[in-house]
């Protein structure tokens, strides 16, 4: 891109929450590519490919919204048992657009499935030719323009050429920048874990929410590993994984048409066979995969439109898993109880209210609430040494931990989310001025 | 109040939405007196009592929140036929009080009924023994802390001395003031109309959303007739019309643990005996009643917290009403289509996004959607004669109405709300400093 990556980030991010990143490196069996196809008045990159040379299993979770894009539609449409690339583009959703948006999409896939077959015949042994449904998307942008297919084809060339077969942490920092909508900080994380004795990496990059020119919180999320899981279990896996991580997540209760978390897995490490999802060779990599999406999601909760902090909001001892996520999520979406946080405003009135409007059936002179490590109710009443300058010390903080124990069963559930301020307002609401 | 109650609402009052009142005068049976019992650091009347002298039928309806107020617990726990009178405080909420609050408006009750029951023996020919049961609240502000009962208790002869038979605009809009909280407009609204010969009068007062300490955003409406309906048929034609009034109207998606709306029929007015709420007789009551609290509802979103526009929001031509609805409410809802309101923004992507996140199941090639005379999306595709100029034009009306059709049944749902603005982020997290 031509830019210093550090002065980059501390001039455009205003956001003090989870500013560290993990370094990414080399993970065998994926290329990184990204050019800018000018779809901003911008230099920037905006178009990442992700080129697996000897294929990879996948499999991907998608926006259940009733209008989803046309990228989802492709991918959707095509049954393949590997994928070799994953195109992604900012600035255009692909959504609402119709045939054009389809279609633009088929003659792209064409077009980079070509160049790749040729470019196989060049670097491998054994080439093979990659056919037009190896190829899925990733759009994110504003819903109902005209898909750039032009800006997108003419820089096909850039993409094929650009590509390495060793990545460093500079390339994966590029394809996290080049993903980015109004995000003010890219997305990264990484485990390592053990399938047999065999070391795996998980690697992860994602977006948030909002856009330069916003139109909607779009979501995207991408994972490799150089492990040799079958699609069928990665879709195990990674449905499994994502309900207490991407589905565990609320920036502002708008769902996005374009929503898509993928995992792709190039098997290129060689370790004992993967035969089901409860094989206990996968507990590791489970629990990495979940490390990796949980990391993924909460960076961009954190780095949400106008977010000045961080909130995670943990509900306890209910009936049913159900139960705790209605009343997370009602809390987590209230923008009485996210305006508060904002004003650093121990206002735990708000907190009974959301619970009260989420309809679950509770017994209140049970429920305990604390902030931090401050208990502020107890089993029904305020606790006798609640002191309210020390809650509103604790609520100073940039990461706000609330804690809501329902005392009527063993399930639980924990949303995160961040605070509604005035930037958030300002960027969805003035934006052209 | 010895204030100018014009001056005061053209200092308080930035709103320029549906500034007109309608004045409100006499209406038999029904006596307000209204007082400051000092619960705000101002000499603002914050207690407001509507005496029924003969009695009035009543009915309400409750918020459907899972934790309510104490008002609300008394209210649904008096079973009697005719209601003495309804007080309503504002400041504090009496929720979350447990059985501080519970039997503070007991004693209120019993002293306020005892008073009553004194002034009965001098002015009435026939003078009645009111109960404590008699008497309902209406309560509104702050959440959990501890009811202000001897503020209260020090004000009941204040309220007794002011009763007076006659009312005229000056007390109506009193009452309305007394009950406002955020509010920075009283809510009035009435209507005439016949039940066989006799002419029938309908005066309705109601609250919205936000606090001069804000918790949270409640609702109360009260409806005054002269008509003699009995309690059953007047509980029927409040829940019907409700559906339609303030169960379409959102400011901010947050329930209250104390909305309340009643209707308190006086009976003064003599006409031919109501037998059913399908009489024909009730016609055009019922629809006056519609008309009134329709009114209120679209009141209180006007002056919605931060609001600068009044959007309307039609949903025609679903399967089902609830379709209709779900769809109504998640645009209505949805933050990212209120904030590009509020920057006068024509961002139709957005209202696509809310359409799809409602959860019904929609063919999109069939779907219209308009601004206003607008035509933006015919049949699921962006109209020829789009014009962005004239919608950005049309957007900055402080009035915008929306309509969706859905082309795929017959049933409707119109919902009301108000822009996100600034100023919601302000007044609900700034309000410490």
């Known amino acids: 891109m031509g830019i210093n990556l550090t002065n980059f980030l501390s001039s455009k991010s205003k956001n003090k929450i989870m500013k560290e990143f993990q370094d990414l490196d080399h993970i065998d069996g994926v290329s990184i590519s990204t050019v800018s196809a000018n779809l901003y008045d911008d230099p920037r990159d905006d178009l990442v490919m992700f080129y697996f040379r000897e294929g990879a299993n996948y499999a991907s979770v998608y926006t259940q919204s009733k209008i989803v894009s046309e990228n989802i539609k492709w991918n959707l449409n095509q049954k393949i048992k590997k994928v070799f690339g994953l195109i992604v583009n900012t600035r255009n959703a692909n959504c609402f657009t119709g045939k054009q948006g389809y279609r ?14 040729e470019k196989q015949k060049i670097d491998e042994d054994q080439p093979r030719k990659i056919r037009s449904k190896e190829i899925i998307f990733g759009c994110t942008g504003t819903i109902g323009e005209i898909f750039p297919e032009e800006k997108i084809r003419n820089k096909i060339p850039d993409l094929i050429d650009k590509i390495k077969y060793t990545q460093n942490k500079l390339i994966w920092m590029k394809a996290a920048l080049g993903i980015m909508t109004t995000d003010t900080q890219p997305k990264m994380a990484m485990e390592e874990c053990h399938i047999g004795n065999s070391k795996i990496k998980i690697f992860g990059i994602s977006k948030g929410s909002g856009m330069i020119q916003p139109n909607m919180a779009t979501t995207l999320g991408y994972v490799f590993t150089d492990a040799d899981v079958p699609n069928n279990i990665l879709k195990k896996l990674l449905k499994k994984n994502i309900v207490t ?6 920036c502002d209760s708008d769902t996005s048409t374009n929503d898509m978390v993928s995992i792709f897995s190039t098997a290129k490490i060689k370790h004992p066979k993967i035969k089901n999802v409860n094989d206990e060779k996968l507990n590791e990599f489970d629990f990495a995969l979940n490390k990796v999406l949980l990391n993924l999601a909460k960076r961009v909760v954190a780095d949400g439109e106008g977010a000045s902090k961080f909130i995670s909001i943990d509900v306890k001892n209910c009936k049913t898993e159900i139960d705790a996520k209605k009343i997370a999520f009602s809390i987590a979406n209230s923008p009485l109880v996210k305006t508060a946080i904002a004003g650093e405003d121990p206002n735990w009135g708000r907190i009974i209210m959301a619970i009260g409007k989420a309809g679950v059936t509770i017994n209140f002179e049970k429920i305990s609430i604390r902030f931090g490590d401050f208990s502020i109710i107890k089993n029904g009443k305020l606790d006798e040494n609640y002191k309210e300058d020390q809650i509103s ?11 809501i124990d329902i005392s009527s069963g063993s399930k639980t559930f924990t949303a995160y989310t961040m605070d509604l301020t005035k930037n958030y307002i300002e960027i969805n609401a003035d934006y052209r001025s």
């Open 393 to 403: 010390d604790y609520m100073k903080k940039n990461n706000i931990y609330i804690s």
């Open 245 to 250: 991580t991407f589905n565990a997540i609320t």
């Open 104 to 117: 633009s999409l088929q003659k792209i896939a064409e077009e980079i499935s070509l160049k790749l077959s």
